[in-house]
């Protein structure tokens, strides 16, 4: 089993950036792809972006290209979020999740661990 702690979040204005982390215990973590996602009141918890278990491989959303940068470090068993150029839409508690397979993986199903989530919220 994996256990997930993301930190980072907070309140930031329109155009400003926060990194979040998501911090990994319990089983070898490399053996994990990971996943960030969102879920805004009153909707469906959203995908944000994935890294393969080597960090070789990303996908994003269209919603967050070119502005969101995800990253891992293995040897501190961390996944990170950069964010920037953040907008009120990006307002969101954010979670991480993991998974065992070997792809990056997009759906919220193929992911067998979450975290509790972190709140961030951009103010216009």
């Known amino acids: 089993q994996v256990q997930l702690v993301e930190s980072g979040g907070g309140l930031v204005q329109a155009g400003g950036a926060l990194r979040l982390s998501c911090a990994a215990s319990?089983?070898?973590?490399?053996?994990?792809?990971v996943g960030w996602f969102r879920q805004a009141p009153g909707n469906e918890r959203e995908f944000v972006a994935a890294?393969?278990?080597?960090?070789?491989?990303?996908d994003y959303a269209d919603s967050v290209k070119g502005r969101f940068t995800i990253s891992r470090d293995n040897a501190k068993s961390t996944v990170y979020l950069q964010m920037n150029n953040l907008k009120p839409e990006d307002t969101a508690v954010y979670y991480c999740a993991a998974t065992a397979g070997s792809r990056v993986e997009v759906t919220r199903r193929k992911y067998h661990y979450w975290g509790q989530g972190t709140q961030v919220t951009v103010s216009s």
């Open positions: 890294i393969s278990r080597s960090g070789g491989t990303t």
């Open positions: 319990g089983r070898t973590f490399s053996n994990y792809a």
